[in-house]
C-alpha cells in the first residue's frame, strides 16, 4: 500500500500526521511513504529525516493525493482539497464531520473511505485515538486561559493561582473526561480554586480519589452549571459525543450573569462548541468578546505545540496505520471492531449513527458495507 503524508494547510496548523520514526516503522513493513515537501518542517522533522526513514519527498500535494491508497492527516480536508480525494481513497485523520455540514457532503460525493480518528472506540468504549490530543487541549486550555486572564490580553487581571494573602482564580471544569482532567490538574498545579462538573457520578468518585479532596467534584446539571459558572473566572467547555455535536451548556442569555472579562475556552469547539455564542477561531486571532466576556475558541489548539502533538499522535494511530495497511480497510474492519467504529462514510454512504443524527441523513450499517 502507498501511504501519503501531505502538508496540513489549515490556518496555524503546525502538525504532521507521521513522524519520522513513524515512517520508518511502515517502510520496515515494505510499505510505500510518500511525504509532501516541509510537511513535517513546523514540528520540527525535516525532509532528510523523513528520507533517512526510507520515504519518498513529494514535491507537490496533488502528486501526494494522486499516487496514495491510504491518506494520513491530522486535521480534516478543507475546501481546497476536496477534490482531490478520490473513490476508494482511504482517508485517515480528524474529521469532526458534526460540526461542518460541507465536509460531510464532499466526502460522501468523494465515495472515499473515511476514517475517523475521533469515533475510533476501543472494548472499554475509551476513544484511544482522542486520547492524545485530548490531554493536550486539555492542558493548554488552562494555559491559555491562564494568559488571557491578564489585563493586557484582555481579562480580568487575575492571577490564576493568587499569592499570599490574595484568593486564586476560581476555575470551572465542565466535564470530567479526559481533556477535562488534564485542565484540573493544570490549574490545581497552578494553586487554582478548582471545581469539576460531570454528569457521571462514577466518574467523580474517580476523580475526588484522584485529586484527594483538593478539587471540588459536583454532579452536572443545569442549576449546577450556571451557580459555578457566576463565581468562576475561568471556565472551561471540556464535553464531548463521540461523531456528535457538542451540547449547548451556556446560553447568551447566562453570560450577563458571569463575572466582567471571565475567560470561556471551549475544548468542544472541534465539535460545535458546547458554550451557545462559540464560533471557532485561530491562533492567529484566537479569542473574541460577547457581552464583556472573552471567548477562546481555537478548533486546533493541539497545532501549537507540534512537536509534543505529532509524536503523541503517532504513537496512537501507528498500530492503525499498519493494520489497515497490511490488510486492507474492509478486512482490518471485519478483523477489528475499534477500526470498523471509526469507519464515518463508506463509499457515499454514511455509517456512523451520530453523524447521521446529527444532520437527518440517511445511516448505513457499516456490517453491509464491508
Sequence with gaps: M???????????????????EGASALTLKKFTVLVEKDAGKNSNFFNEDYEK???????????????????????????????L???????????????????????????????????????????PLLTPMSEVAGRMATQEGAKFLEKPMGGRGI????????????????????????????AVGLGADVTILDTNQERLNVLKNMFGGKVNCILSTEESINKYAKESDLIIGAVLIPGAKAPKLLTKDSLKSLKNRCVLVDIAIDQGGCFETSKPTTHENPVYVVDDILHYCVANMPGAVPYTSTKA????????????????WKEASKKNNEIKTGLNIVRGKVVNKNVSDCFQTEYNNPDSLI
Design 2 to 20: 502507498i501511504i501519503g503524508i501531505p502538508k496540513e494547510i489549515k490556518n496555524n496548523e503546525f502538525r504532521v500526521s507521521l513522524t519520522p
Design 85 to 127: 480525494i478520490r473513490e476508494d481513497q482511504i482517508v485517515f485523520t480528524y474529521f469532526h464531520f458534526a460540526s461542518h455540514r460541507p465536509l460531510l457532503d464532499a466526502m460522501i460525493k468523494s465515495k472515499s473511505i473515511c476514517i475517523a480518528y475521533e469515533t475510533v472506540e476501543d472494548k472499554n468504549r475509551s476513544l
Design 53 to 83: 526513514a526510507g520515504a519518498t519527498i513529494i514535491e507537490t500535494r496533488n502528486e501526494i493525493f494522486r499516487k496514495s491508497d491510504m491518506i494520513l492527516k491530522v486535521k480534516e480536508p478543507i475546501e481546497e482539497e476536496y477534490d
Design 159 to 186: 492571577l490564576l493561582g493568587g499569592v499570599t494573602g490574595v484568593d486564586p482564580a476560581k476555575v470551572l471544569v465542565i466535564g470530567g473526561g479526559i481533556s477535562g482532567t488534564e485542565s484540573a490538574k493544570m
Design 313 to 328: 499522535l503517532t504513537n496512537m494511530t501507528l498500530p492503525y496505520v499498519i493494520e489497515i495497511a497490511e490488510k486492507g
